[in-house]
């Protein structure tokens, strides 16, 4: 496990400045993704831009909070980052491109993997890849089960949302995924109330995968 030592040491002025790194990283990655995927990111809005560097700032300063100055901070702060696009072409487009979940994926094996070997906890790492099996099969039988709800990018994201909630340990990995679906029961609930009782077709998945996994990164010790 990481130095918890490390996590407990962080100042005011180390979290301020992670969380002003985490803010130019979060509009630089988006910039480069409505690059890449003009077709679903499109072009961004003053709104969007404020919206983007206060989500950035606020989950890197989190992150910079739970874990400090350890050598795990850098791939969590990878998976805020990247969350907050995903969350808003999910939440437009229903859809999670591989060409985001797939990096993440492998930049996450990459970078906790060299967190593992720096801190000598080989055993983190493979639990990690262990819980981003588990999660992955899980959602691949909801998706082949159930008529609705599940999408297979939902099924993809779970791979690496459960390599990083399965390094922390296997309590992270459960409630990680089981709240997934009360924050998804939540936004169906608001959006039938805000849509006067009337039911959405379909509703994003992805957004409340995200937000759990984070919460539970964040808060679960």
Known sequence: MFDTAAAGSVTPLFIAGIGLAGMGL???????????????????????????AAASFALSALLAWRFGATPE???????????????????????????????LLAAGFVLLGS??????????????????????????????????????????????????????GWS????????????GGLAAAVLIAKNRGNKPKEVAHGPSMLAAGLAVIVLLP
Not at 27 to 52: F, K, M, Y
Not at 172 to 183: E, M, S
């Open 172 to 183: 992270q990995l459960f409630y990680g995924g089981a709240l997934a679906f009360v924050a």
């Open 73 to 103: 901070l850098p791939a969590y702060l990878l998976l805020a980052i990247v969350a907050i696009p995903l969350a808003r072409i999910d939440i437009v487009h229903h859809l999670l491109p591989n060409r985001l979940v797939g990096p």
């Open 26 to 52: 979060g509009l630089v990655a988006d910039a480069l993704v409505r690059r890449a995927l003009p077709q679903l990111a499109g072009d961004a809005s003053g709104r969007e831009r404020i919206t983007t």
């Open 115 to 168: 967190a593992a070997l720096a801190a000598g906890t080989a055993g983190d790492v493979l639990r990690g890849a262990a819980g981003s099996a588990i999660l992955f099969f899980f959602y691949l039988i909801l998706a082949l089960t159930s008529r609705n709800g599940i999408g297979m990018g939902d099924v993809k994201l779970a791979a690496p949302l459960g390599l990083y909630l399965g390094y922390l």
